[in-house]
């Protein structure tokens, strides 16, 4: 997951910034469609700083995976704006729709390149595809099947499958990424097996 800001420093008076803006418009449709969105913004927990999903209306902390919290993309994308002390939006996911989240930490070079083993896992799903907020990993998008929550260390970095929780939402595509969600089916868990 990500774990916030290049430099994890912040005054009392400004809010925490991730290191990539949001992008609305890059975030694929289908997912847009879904009332399945958060808000969130960086906060410390248990001494380290993390992203806390939160209602936009009161500024609470809030559970993602209960439905009642979750708004529509619209809803989200205008409480984002308006120099608000969110840091960005989130999709939840849950076991019930056809979506599943691949996060990959850490795996970004300097240049902004994959390292070679997430080029190839990217490669081989060859799906919607962003950069985290953190601007050090990136995430998978596809449709399919899904495996249950699972982490496992993958070379220069983590590798994550997200079933329910929330995936925080950018739209900003990495490299040469496909601008649609691909769809697999046992693929998702020979890949989890392989890594």
């Known amino acids: 997951m990500d774990r916030g800001p290049r430099d994890g420093t912040s005054s009392t008076a400004e809010p925490l910034r991730p290191a990539i803006t949001c992008n609305p418009d890059g975030v694929p449709a289908p997912l847009r469609e879904r009332r399945q969105w958060i808000v969130w913004r960086y906060g410390v927990r248990k001494g380290e700083i993390t992203k806390l999903p ?54 970004l070079n300097d240049d902004g390149t994959l390292v070679d083993s997430a080029q190839q896992i990217v490669d081989t799903f060859n799906s919607y595809t962003e950069i985290s907020p953190s601007g050090e990993g990136v995430k998978i998008i596809i449709e399919g099947t899904k495996a249950p929550w699972a982490k496992a260390r993958l070379c220069a970095g983590t590798f994550w499958m997200l079933i329910r929780g929330f995936l925080t939402a950018a739209g900003a595509l990495a490299g040469k990424s496909l601008e649609r969600i691909d769809k697999h089916s046992i693929l998702v868990i020979l890949v989890w097996h392989e890594y």
């Open 54 to 107: 939160t209602d936009f209306r009161s500024g609470q902390e809030i559970d993602a995976t209960d439905p009642s919290n979750w708004s529509t993309f619209a809803e989200v994308v205008h409480a984002l704006g308006g120099g608000s002390a969110f840091a960005g939006i989130g999709f939840v996911f849950t076991p019930d729709d056809p979506y599943c989240g691949i996060d990959l930490d850490d795996c």
